[in-house]
């Protein structure tokens, strides 16, 4: 259970199965924008019935950038996070957090931000998200820029590779238990 459950906080994810190695269909609900993300592998991402598309942009300096901090206190892996958040509030035109990583990822498929990055969050965070934003045309990445591995409980997505890889270059690893 995730600290948003725990804490009824969005109450953002809905997710009833959790198959995270080859996700085909899936649906994400934001209730209290009344939103309803869904997914079928190769047939297109849409929010409420609209089809998704995320945004063009490919230029770090133009985007905006939403990330979380999780719930991992332990103050080595805090410092990693916070050199991190400030690489990129250095280069990026804005950074934003909004609570949930699942919906972080469904911000991007609809264009709201240009990329999200987190570690420490599970399969179940991001797996459904990650589905949605290959289906909206975006990246779903390994923080380094390579595969994402779910187990790693680490992504990065974006609606470019070529900004992907930027945000890969400009951050290091953070390192969690694998699920």
């Known amino acids: 259970m995730s600290s948003n459950e725990v804490d009824e906080f969005f109450k953002a994810a809905d997710e009833v199965a959790r198959k995270a190695c080859e996700v ?33 942009v490919k230029d770090l300096g133009q985007a905006l950038v939403a990330t979380e901090f999780g719930s ?72 380094n820029g390579g595969a994402v591995d779910l187990m790693s409980r680490r992504v990065l997505c974006a609606g470019t590779n070529d900004l992907a890889q930027q945000i890969a270059k400009s951050t290091e690893i953070v390192e969690f238990e694998r699920d």
């Open 24 to 56: 085909r269909n899936w649906n994400r609900l934001n209730p209290l924008l009344k939103e309803m993300y869904s997914a079928r592998k190769g047939q297109g991402a849409f929010c409420n019935g609209k089809k998704l598309k995320c945004s063009s």
């Open 72 to 143: 991992q206190r332990d103050p080595e892996i805090l410092d990693k996070k916070f050199r991190n958040m400030r690489s990129i509030i250095e280069k990026a035109h804005g950074i934003r957090t909004g609570g949930s990583a699942a919906l972080g990822l469904c911000h991007v498929a609809c264009g709201r931000v240009d990329a999200f990055f987190e570690s420490g969050m599970h399969v179940w965070d991001i797996a459904a998200g990650g589905l949605i934003v290959m289906e909206a045309g975006g990246v779903f990445l390994d923080t």
